[in-house]
């Protein structure tokens, strides 16, 4: 495992990180063009891992949420693992900027009354969401606030 893979995050060494945090997991400039990509991890890895229909409600409700806080939003795609999600901004962003983009988001999903998107028209499985389920992972993730940019467990 000494070998440093194409992706950044196989380098990270999961069993010492301490969910929930929220981390910059590559920065990119492209001829010019910074791209910064977050990590916002919401479970412990290899220890806990979100329902399927909480990833799913939370991927749409952070996508469309998240774009009424800042124009820089790309993307925001779950992580296979089902521990968190990825967060893709144009521009050189931090952490500590971020954070609080975040924290509104998950306060926004707090408000709803409905999952954004989740029919047969607009998403490839309208049926598959739990607006119960994000909004628990939300309000988890919220009470920790005070953690999230601590990325690695305290020794």
Known sequence: MNDRMNVESFNLDHRTVA???IRVADRKDLDGAVLTKFDIR???PN???LESETVHSLEHMMAEFSRNHS???LDISPMGCRTGFYMLMRGDHTTEEVAPLVEATLNDLLEASEVPAANEVQCGWGAHH?????KAAAKTFLAKKSEWLQVEQAA
């Open 19 to 21: 969910a929930p945090y």
């Open 42 to 44: 919401f479970t412990q």
């Open 47 to 49: 220890v806990d891992a």
């Open 71 to 73: 124009e820089d939003i």
């Open 130 to 134: 739990s607006l119960e389920g994000a």
